[in-house]
């Protein structure tokens, strides 16, 4: 089985992803970590990456893509593999297609913006211990203190409103002509990712076994 998984940040992603490929036996493909195993080996190509993603510029579609090819060659993608966070725009979904052949599914996982903005925003981290708080879903037993070591809890700045919002508006409007696509191809499986983490997977499994 050949998956994409898209979904916006906060949306579950990884979790889900995680599921999927223990129950049916998928190699989980995130291609930023494709990228950094490259710069921790230290290959030519990765010392090149490794300048172009500290200088914060963009990695060419051409070598993400010869990257997925070496990967996808590898013997736990025998039985498939799941794409976490790739392709993110059209180009590179014509140019997987060259890749991979065929997909079976895109899976895409939605969740409004308000509710994102809501799980993101309320989220705390111990800064001594690193345990994480929600402040609705999952807050501590005092306010602002970490249950588990006393520590101030805190909230990381990328987590804020503002930027959550930002981050959802890039998303959305990078990701919409890449649904489009695959819409047309009738590949799209649409998600309600509000609901439990274990609902959801639940439904996937059930959708994905008939396939
Ligand atoms: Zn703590």
Redesign the pocket.
Known sequence: MKLVLIGCPGAGKGTQAKVLSEHFHLAHISTGDLLRDQVKSGTPLGLKLKTIMESGGLVSDEIVSQLLRQRIAEDDCKNGYILDGYPRNVSQAEGLDDIVGSLDKVVLIEVPDEAIIERMSGRRS?P??G?MYHVKNNPPKTEGV?D??G?GLVARSDDNPETVKHRLDVFHSQTAPVIDYYDKKGLVLKIDGTKDIDVISGELIEILEKL
């Open positions: 111990c001594v211990c345990a970490c588990k070591c520590g």
